[in-house]
C-alpha cells in the first residue's frame, strides 16, 4: 500500500464526512460491511475503504444538481437518468475522484463507478462494495430478503450478485419503476455465466469413476 492511497483516502473521508449525518452512517455501515468481505476474499482493505468513502459523495446532491453536473462533466445520460437522476451518483464520483483526487486505482474508480447498477464485468474489489452498499445492517432489518443474500457474499460472490438483481428486479416491478438498460445489461452478463458453469458436463455416476476392474 502506497502512502499516496492512504492520503487520497483520507481527503475523500473528509470530504464525505462534510455530507448530511445520515449519509455518513450509511457509509460507516457499508465500510464495517466492505471491510468483512475484503478480509474473507483477501482485498486491500485501504483500496476497499478508498472505495467505500467515495461511492456516495454525490448522492446526496438533488437531483437537479445529479443531473446538471453529469451534463457539464460529459457523463453519458440516457433516458432512465432523466427519469431518475440518483442513478448517476456512482459515475459522477467516479469522475471526481479521478479528476479532483486524482485517484488512479481504476478497480476502485470502477466499484465507485458502478456501485448503484452494476456492469457485466465487474473486479471483485467493485462486487464487495456494490454488494456491502446493498446489505448493510439497515437496509436488511428494512427488508430481510437481503440477509440470505449477505450469507451469500462471503460463500460465492457472483451468485450473490445474481440474487441482488433478482431481489431488485421484483422490487422494481412491484413499484412499477422503470428498470435501467445499463443494470439489464450487466444482469444478462451474470445470468449468461452462471448457466455456463452450471452447463457444465454432468458428474457421471460414481460406479462409472471406478477403474474397469472395480466396476463389476
Ligand atoms: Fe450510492
Ligand atoms: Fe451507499
Same mark, same amino acid.
Given at each position: 500500500? #502506497?502512502?499516496?492511497?492512504?492520503?487520497?483516502?483520507?481527503?475523500?473521508?473528509?470530504? +464525505?464526512?462534510?455530507?448530511?449525518?445520515? +449519509?455518513?452512517?450509511?457509509?460507516?455501515?457499508?465500510?464495517?460491511?466492505?471491510?468483512?468481505?475484503?478480509?474473507?476474499?483477501?482485498? %486491500?482493505?485501504?483500496? #476497499?475503504? &478508498?472505495?467505500?468513502?467515495?461511492?456516495?459523495?454525490?448522492?446526496?446532491? $438533488?437531483? $437537479?444538481?445529479?443531473?446538471?453536473?453529469?451534463?457539464?462533466?460529459?457523463?453519458?445520460?440516457?433516458?432512465?437518468?432523466?427519469? $431518475?437522476?440518483?442513478?448517476?451518483?456512482?459515475?459522477?464520483?467516479?469522475?471526481?475522484?479521478?479528476?479532483?483526487?486524482?485517484?488512479?486505482?481504476?478497480?476502485?474508480?470502477?466499484?465507485?463507478?458502478?456501485? #448503484?447498477?452494476?456492469?457485466?464485468?465487474?473486479?471483485?474489489?467493485?462486487?464487495?462494495?456494490?454488494?456491502?452498499?446493498?446489505?448493510?445492517?439497515?437496509?436488511? %432489518?428494512?427488508?430481510?430478503?437481503?440477509?440470505?443474500?449477505?450469507? &451469500?457474499?462471503?460463500? %460465492?460472490?457472483?451468485?450473490?450478485?445474481?440474487?441482488?438483481? %433478482?431481489?431488485?428486479?421484483?422490487?422494481?416491478?412491484?413499484?412499477?419503476? +422503470?428498470?435501467?438498460?445499463?443494470?439489464?445489461?450487466?444482469?444478462?452478463?451474470?445470468?449468461?455465466?452462471?448457466?455456463?458453469?452450471?452447463?457444465?458436463?454432468?458428474?457421471?455416476?460414481?460406479?462409472? +469413476?471406478?477403474?474397469?476392474?472395480?466396476? #463389476?
Amino acid at each position: 500500500m #502506497t502512502p499516496g492511497l492512504r492520503r487520497q483516502l483520507e481527503a475523500v473521508r473528509a470530504e +464525505l464526512e462534510r455530507c448530511p449525518e445520515g +449519509l455518513v452512517a450509511h457509509v460507516r455501515r457499508v465500510r464495517a460491511e466492505a471491510l468483512d468481505l475484503a478480509r474473507i476474499w483477501d482485498v %486491500d482493505p485501504v483500496r #476497499t475503504e &478508498l472505495a467505500v468513502w467515495g461511492h456516495d459523495l454525490f448522492r446526496a446532491h $438533488s437531483p $437537479s444538481a445529479q443531473l446538471r453536473l453529469a451534463r457539464e462533466t460529459g457523463l453519458p445520460v440516457v433516458a432512465a437518468d432523466e427519469a $431518475s437522476p440518483v442513478l448517476l451518483h456512482g459515475p459522477l464520483a467516479a469522475h471526481v475522484l479521478r479528476e479532483r483526487f486524482r485517484v488512479i486505482d481504476e478497480e476502485a474508480l470502477a466499484a465507485v463507478r458502478d456501485h #448503484t447498477l452494476g456492469a457485466p464485468t465487474m473486479p471483485l474489489l467493485a462486487k464487495i462494495v456494490l454488494l456491502a452498499d446493498k446489505v448493510e445492517t439497515r437496509k436488511r %432489518d428494512r427488508d430481510p430478503a437481503l440477509r440470505p443474500i449477505r450469507r &451469500l457474499a462471503r460463500r %460465492d460472490l457472483d451468485l450473490a450478485l445474481l440474487c441482488w438483481a %433478482d431481489w431488485k428486479w421484483v422490487h422494481e416491478r412491484e413499484r412499477r419503476w +422503470l428498470g435501467h438498460p445499463a443494470h439489464w445489461q450487466a444482469r444478462l452478463a451474470w445470468v449468461r455465466e452462471h448457466h455456463t458453469e452450471a452447463a457444465l458436463p454432468p458428474i457421471r455416476p460414481e460406479a462409472a +469413476l471406478l477403474p474397469a476392474s472395480e466396476n #463389476t
